[in-house]
């Protein structure tokens, strides 16, 4: 499966933006989707993920009550609304598949798409 995240960019602190996870190629109703994002001079940290169906979501206790994932199968797309930014939410974020059940650790998706670039003016 190819992703491609899109979305990003630059917004002030309590802003909105809205990523977006784009699949091409296999089914991907057949893939668990995560968010990871990484800012300068620190590691890549896991941000969300969602389950093939949607019914589950989890969160990472930064972004929890801020974030939000959906995702509609029908599109082969996955959303991730970014409420209440901050400025440390700033980095690059990146989306991830893995056809088996929903994982925190980046090592274990198969998948990744480029990364968009989220910035958060104070």
């Known amino acids: 499966v190819q992703l491609q995240a899109f979305g990003g960019g630059l917004v002030q602190a309590g802003g909105s933006l809205r990523l977006s996870c784009a699949a091409s190629?296999?089914?991907?109703?057949?893939?668990?989707v995560g968010w990871f994002r990484q800012a300068p001079g620190k590691e890549r940290e896991f941000v969300a993920a969602?389950?093939?169906?949607?019914?589950?979501?989890y969160y990472a206790d930064s972004v929890k009550g801020r974030f939000t994932l959906s995702r509609d199968n029908a599109k082969n797309t996955v959303y991730l609304q970014m409420n209440s930014l901050k400025p440390e939410d700033t980095a690059v974020y990146y989306c991830?598949?893995?056809?088996?059940?929903?994982?925190?650790?980046?090592?274990?998706?198969?998948?990744w798409g480029q990364g968009t670039q989220v910035t958060v003016s104070s």
């Open positions: 190629g296999r089914t991907f109703s057949s893939y668990t």
């Open positions: 991830a598949a893995r056809s088996q059940v929903v994982a925190w650790y980046g090592h274990e998706y198969d998948y």
């Open positions: 969602i389950g093939r169906s949607g019914g589950s979501r």
